[in-house]
Nanobody
Framework: QVQLVESGGGLVQAGGSLRLSCAVS????????IGWFRQAPGKEREFVAG????????YYADSVKGRFTISRDNAKNTVYLQMNSLNPEDTAVYYC???????????????WGQGTQVTVSS
């Protein structure tokens, strides 16, 4: 079993930054691809960013390219999502998820965290 815990959410003004963390426990961390997703009220969950187990492959949604950066520290079993130039459209609950081997841009992940709220005020 793999457990994921997100942290780092909060309230920020438009143009500001936040760094989310996803702490992972339970199995060999480097075997797992990690994805970040978000879900805004009344909207479907959407892919934000993903990284392979080694960190060598990264994907981003078009809406966050150039603003968000995903990274991982395999020594700390943690994945980060650095979010810059935030705007109100980024307001959502952010989730991290894990799956073995291949990083995907859809929601076909096996393990999910509880989510952390990010609110961007205008």
């Amino acid at each position: 079993q793999v457990q994921l815990v997100e942290s780092g959410g909060g309230l920020v003004q438009a143009g500001g930054s936040l760094r989310l963390s996803c702490a992972v426990s339970g199995r060999t961390f480097s075997n797992y691809a990690i994805g970040w997703f978000r879900q805004a009220p009344g909207k479907e969950r959407e892919f934000v960013a993903g990284t392979s187990g080694s960190g060598s492959i990264k994907y981003y949604a078009d809406s966050v390219k150039g603003r968000f950066t995903i990274s991982r520290d395999n020594a700390k079993n943690t994945v980060y999502l650095q979010m810059n130039s935030l705007n109100p459209e980024d307001t959502a609950v952010y989730y991290c998820a894990a799956r073995r081997v291949q990083v995907l841009t859809n929601s076909n992940y096996d393990y999910w965290g509880q989510g952390t709220q990010v609110t961007v005020s205008s």
